[in-house]
């Protein structure tokens, strides 16, 4: 984490009543900001909170505490993430493995969604998506990380038309996972969503980027490494 830090979650003071999105407030338990390492060359961006992130207000590795104490889950595509995202960094080295769930020790490693409040029946629709884009393009360049990390279709939508040059129709999944796609000033390692992916294909981008942080990965914007 960046020394001069403060917190891990929402970091950057981004404003915790927003209601641009009636819909949203309604069923919403908390807007889930940023959370992570404000110095991070790594960006992971989901679709929307988890059920346990929007308790937690945790994006992308809140485990929910249910799970915990055994009782009945949400057993959707965004809670699958959580669980399996986590294993990944613990994977990597990039998140302590004896951390909290409700504050995981990130390292180099920064979480975020491409909507910061919850629906429990719906994924976001693309209006709520574009009201929330200016979060999210605010932590990008405060952040100003090496790789991005799409997780799922609409992430890598999204991120694919806003930094890369690449044709929409290339930017695809499975096709472009584990792969590594120059952006504009970043580059992109697309990750199929957990409810779409193998195991072989979750090992398969493990080791891709393994790889890849074992690379002289910050060369693409001429910087040293740290």
């Known amino acids: 984490m960046d020394a ?3 917190t891990r979650a929402n ?5 915790e009543q927003c209601r641009n999105c009636p819909a949203l407030c309604e069923t919403r338990t908390q807007v889930v900001h940023g959370y992570g390492d404000v110095g991070a060359d790594f960006l992971f961006v989901g679709e929307r909170p988890s059920r346990a992130a929007d308790e937690s ?7 929910d505490s249910a799970a915990e104490s055994g009782t009945e889950v949400d057993t959707g595509a965004d809670a699958d993430t959580a669980d399996d995202l986590r294993r990944i960094l613990e994977r990597l080295a990039l998140c302590d493995a004896t951390s909290p769930a409700d504050q995981p020790e990130l390292e180099n490693v920064y979480l975020t969604t491409l909507t910061r409040c919850r629906h429990p029946e719906r994924p976001p629709t693309a209006e709520e998506i574009d009201t929330c884009e200016p979060y999210l393009n605010a932590e990008i360049r405060m952040i100003n990380p090496e790789i991005l990390v799409p997780i799922g279709d609409r ?7 806003d930094y890369t040059t690449t044709p929409a129709d290339e930017l695809v999944l499975p096709d472009a996972h584990a792969t590594t796609i120059r952006g504009r000033g970043f580059e992109l390692v697309p990750m199929e969503a957990p409810r779409d ?7 398969t981008w493990i080791e891709h980027f393994a790889d890849l942080m074992a690379s002289d990965y910050r060369q693409t ?3 040293q490494k740290r």
């Open 11 to 15: 970091p950057f003071s981004m404003d």
């Open 4 to 6: 001069n830090q403060q």
């Open 155 to 161: 992430a890598l939508s999204v991120l694919g038309t």
């Open 197 to 203: 992916r193998t195991p072989a294909q979750t090992q």
């Open 221 to 223: 914007k001429g910087r």
């Open 57 to 63: 207000g945790v994006p992308l590795v809140a485990r």
